[in-house]
Every structure is written in structure tokens, then in C-alpha cells.
């Protein structure tokens, strides 16, 4: 118990507790749009551009989040331009674009010799966040917070209907680009949480147990980040308590709360 509270008095696992929450409260309304649109495998293709990212990072001396977050903010862009330009599917694109970047993350450590934390980066590093980190986090935190605020009806609009919406005047290009280069700036923040190979199930899961738990939209993306924050709170805690990885501890507490989601019956109208 003694050893317990001397940890709880440590400035690293208050940092950690500080970015979990940060990536909580904005991974949920952004997993409702995610879940909304069907935008897993988006995510994913994100994710998997962070090694290229990370990589690029070490070659020009960049903070690691600023790296990725421009990767994956280029990769976004990118997606949105093959999207016009190419009558393949989204899937395919996806499909091509996530593998293509991940191979050429893989082939761009190789050729520079960089010596990359592969575990950390697969699945986050939490309890090495720093306060530049923290500050960083925070930035990128409240942009996406600031955006979702400023664009949340044409973002409804748009989800629920492109066409409609672009008659009622709703910039549908441009909605769709902001909502990709959010998600990209999530993904950016999140890898340091959860890693590479689960920030999208800190997208979804939450959202996903929310859904069912909710009314309207906006129940449903708040309730999204408060079971996000829970997850970071309970998977912290298994942590510390029997020494787990902590991405992996968050991501089975968010499954955890989707799973009692399950037994809820909505009342009837």
C-alpha cells in the first residue's frame, strides 16, 4: 500500500493520466463519426503510416508527434485527392495506401539504420509521456475540440447525408477533409497511448458501446468520451496494479465496458 500511494504521488503517472484523458475526451465524438461512416479501416490505414512518420521524425530531428501528425495529415490529404481522381472504391484505396505506407516505413528504418522501440510504438508508451509531450498533446487536443464544436451540424449533415447536405449548401469537400485531417491529428496524439496497432479501437470501442446506450447524437458523443475516460482511468489501474502494458490494459477496459453495453435494453419510446 505504501509502494501504491508513493506511485500515485509521481509526476509521470499524473502526465500519463493527463494524455489518456486528453485522447479520450476527443477520440469519442470523433468515434461516433467514425462509427457513423463505417471509417475503421481509415483509421487503420492511418496508424500504419505512423512508423513512416516516426521514421521521418528521426531523419530531420522533429518531435515525434509533430512527424506523425504531418504524416498522417498528408496521408489524409492524399486519400481525399485519389478519392476525385480514381474510380477505385474506398476500401481499395485504403487497402493500397495503408500497406504501401507501412512498407515503406519498414523500408525507410532499414536504409537509415534507425534504431526504433518497435513495442512502444505498436503498442504506446504511456507512461513515458513528458510535459512537451503533454503540452503537445494539449494543442492538438483543442484544435480537434475547437473544430468538432465549430463544424458539429455540417458534420451531422454530411454523415447522415452527402447529397442532401451539399443542396442545403454544405461544403462536403471540405467537411470530408476536415473530418479526415482530425482523425489524422487523433491518430497522432493516441499512438503515444495506446500504439499503432490499437488506436483504432480506442476510435470505436467507446463510440461503439455508446451507441448503444444513447438517444442522440450528441448523447451519444459525450457519453463516447466519458466511457473513453473511464478506459484510460481503469486500464491505468491494472496497470500499476499487476504490471500489464497500459495501451493494451485501456483497450481491454473499453472492451470491457462495450461487452455490459450489451445487456442494456432501451426502453420503448
Not at 505504501?2 to 475526451?25: K, N, R
Given at each position: 500500500m505504501?509502494?501504491?500511494?508513493?506511485?500515485?504521488?509521481?509526476?509521470?503517472?499524473?502526465?500519463?493520466?493527463?494524455?489518456?484523458?486528453?485522447?479520450?475526451?476527443?477520440?469519442?465524438p470523433l468515434g461516433c463519426f467514425a462509427v457513423w461512416r463505417r471509417m475503421a479501416y481509415f483509421g487503420d490505414t492511418l496508424a500504419h503510416s505512423a512508423l513512416l512518420?516516426?521514421?521521418?521524425?528521426?531523419?530531420?530531428?522533429?518531435?515525434?508527434?509533430?512527424?506523425?501528425?504531418?504524416?498522417?495529415?498528408?496521408?489524409?490529404?492524399?486519400?481525399?485527392?485519389l478519392q476525385r481522381r480514381q474510380k477505385l472504391s474506398v476500401d481499395t484505396l485504403l487497402g493500397i495506401l495503408s500497406h504501401s505506407m507501412l512498407a515503406l516505413g519498414i523500408v525507410t528504418v532499414s536504409l537509415f539504420e534507425i534504431n526504433v522501440d518497435l513495442l512502444s510504438l505498436l503498442l504506446g508508451d504511456l507512461l513515458a509521456v513528458g510535459g512537451r509531450d503533454l503540452l503537445l498533446m494539449a494543442a492538438a487536443a483543442a484544435l480537434i475540440a475547437g473544430l468538432l464544436y465549430w463544424l458539429w451540424e455540417k458534420l451531422l449533415a454530411f454523415t447522415l447525408h452527402?447529397?442532401?447536405?451539399?443542396?442545403?449548401?454544405?461544403?462536403?469537400?471540405?467537411?470530408?477533409?476536415?473530418?479526415?485531417?482530425?482523425?489524422?491529428?487523433l491518430i497522432a496524439i493516441a499512438m503515444k497511448v495506446v500504439g499503432v496497432l490499437l488506436i483504432t479501437a480506442l476510435l470505436i470501442i467507446p463510440a461503439a458501446s455508446a451507441r448503444?446506450?444513447?438517444?442522440?447524437?450528441?448523447?451519444?458523443?459525450?457519453?463516447a468520451s466519458a466511457i473513453g475516460c473511464a478506459a484510460v482511468v481503469l486500464g491505468l489501474l491494472a496497470s500499476i496494479l499487476w504490471d500489464t502494458p497500459a495501451g493494451p490494459s485501456i483497450v481491454l477496459a473499453a472492451a470491457l465496458v462495450f461487452l455490459l453495453s450489451q445487456f442494456y435494453r432501451k426502453r420503448a419510446a
Open positions: 505504501t509502494q501504491f500511494s508513493e506511485l500515485l504521488q509521481s509526476q509521470f503517472l499524473w502526465y500519463a493520466l493527463a494524455a489518456g484523458l486528453l485522447v479520450a475526451l476527443v477520440s469519442g512518420g516516426v521514421t521521418l521524425g528521426f531523419i530531420v530531428q522533429l518531435n515525434t508527434t509533430i512527424a506523425v501528425g504531418a504524416t498522417c495529415c498528408l496521408l489524409a490529404i492524399l486519400l481525399v485527392y452527402e447529397e442532401l447536405a451539399a443542396v442545403e449548401g454544405v461544403p462536403v469537400e471540405k467537411i470530408r477533409l476536415a473530418l479526415m485531417l482530425m482523425l489524422a491529428l448503444r446506450l444513447s438517444q442522440t447524437p450528441e448523447r451519444m458523443a459525450l457519453l
